[in-house]
């Protein structure tokens, strides 16, 4: 069997004016019809770029390629494409089309991923969604500075939809400031207030997560940590910028809140450092970063060994979602899953999958289907494939 021909679908579904809401999918198909489907999701480029881009590597690393040699495609890619260093950017590109050879070789063997990796572990998936504006029409960095609206969305994703764990950046905005700073204090006590209304919203047994974006300084995040200390949270997500264990290292040993990074390392190398510093508690993995399922299980079992637990980080499109639930379900160390609400009409997800995602009382349930499980409706996807960005594409 060998890998002959590629598709590509940039595509954009969610209307939220904000960015941040295309998937760039990609599908292989074998000599012997077996098709299987990827996702870029750390894309800077346009569309017609990134386009470019997939069809040159598929030419050089990827057609005629047997889907089975996981291994090989990666090193060589990994040593020519990105000369043995981290690239987010180049990781990504090489994780989509590492992720679609997976689905290959599930549908070639009549098994889901899970089942090639180790098996499942875990039957039900636990997973936490970001708190969004109820309609999607405000974006989630101006959402996340109102504390009411913040609150009555918890108790609604708790009380009506069943999670017991929700996220928000109470420190936005953020993406607009290219340094890590200190931040204010009023911007710290506004922060305060609207941890303090959801945690009165949700009650003390549902985990609230301090989902930050490396936007701090060590003293500015420690103050930050100080602050949140009282409401519990689940964890600080990145805290400082990624890149400088010692840094966080020194936030982490400030505050009694787990800390959690690593959605930005590109691959087990950039997890390396934060490991054996032993400055982080909880570590998360996109596996479209970090070289793909195979790679993202690797880092998952060095993390494991230093008794640490994973997290998969999710933004973006079905198929990655697939795929993280493949890695979740045959993880031991494995914690939770991000999740867009429930994976269904909030984001447009049963807009194209013929077999939507079953969320269950705060869990995903693992398809035990082959490969990743997924049934994507090609023609109602191609109603939604675009040309260019019609705002800017912000992902992190």
């Known amino acids: 069997m060998k890998i002959e021909r590629l598709e590509y679908f940039p595509v954009k579904i969610r209307t939220n ?11 292989l198909t074998t000599n ?28 050089t690393y990827i057609k005629d390629q047997n889907p089975f040699d996981i291994e090989k495609i990666y090193l060589k890619s990994f040593f020519v494409l990105c000369k043995s260093h981290s690239s987010l950017n180049m990781m990504s590109l090489i994780s989509g089309f590492e992720i679609a050879l997976w689905d290959i070789i599930g549908k070639a063997t009549g098994q889901p991923i899970y089942n090639l990796m180790g098996g499942k572990l875990n039957e ?27 609150a009555e969305m918890a108790r609604i994703n708790v009380e009506e939809k069943g999670f017991t764990a929700i996220k928000l950046d109470p420190m936005s905005p953020y993406l607009d400031a290219y340094e890590v700073h200190y931040p204010s204090q009023k911007t710290i006590d506004h922060a305060v207030e609207t941890i303090g209304k959801i945690r009165d919203a949700v009650g003390p047994h549902v985990d609230v997560i301090i989902g930050t974006h ?26 400082t910028p990624p890149g400088n264990p010692g840094t966080l290292k020194k936030v982490s040993e400030a505050t009694t809140i787990p800390i959690c990074t690593g959605e930005r390392c590109a691959t087990k190398f950039d997890y390396t450092p934060y490991i054996a510093d032993k400055s982080v ?3 998360q993995i996109d596996i479209s970063g970090v070289g793909g399922l195979f790679e993202a299980k690797k880092i998952a079992s060095m993390c494991e060994a230093f008794h640490t637990l994973i997290t998969t980080h999710f933004w973006a499109g079905p198929v990655n979602f697939a795929a993280q639930l493949q890695l979740d379900s045959c993880c031991p160390n494995f914690l939770i899953q991000e999740a867009i609400d429930t994976m269904g009409d909030f984001g447009g997800f049963n807009k194209v999958l013929d077999t939507p995602f079953v969320f269950d009382k705060g869990d995903f349930i693992v398809s035990d289907r082959p490969g990743l499980g997924l049934d994507i409706n090609e023609e109602k996807l191609r109603d939604y494939v675009i040309k260019s960005y019609d705002d800017k594409n912000v992902l992190i």
């Open 17 to 27: 004016g904000g960015g941040g809401v295309y998937w760039f999918l990609l599908k």
């Open 214 to 239: 490396g936007q701090f300084t060590a003293a500015g995040a420690i103050a930050v940590a100080k602050a949140l200390e009282p409401f519990k949270p689940l964890w600080f997500e990145e805290p």
């Open 124 to 150: 039900r998936i636990r997973a936490y969604t970001y708190l969004y504006d109820k309609k999607d029409s405000i974006f989630c960095e101006e959402f996340w500075t109102m504390s009411d609206e913040c």
């Open 281 to 283: 508690d909880i570590y």
């Open 32 to 59: 012997t019809g077996i098709e299987g489907w990827g996702e870029i999701i750390w894309n800077p480029f346009d569309p017609d770029t990134l386009g470019l881009m997939c069809r040159d590597y598929f030419r």
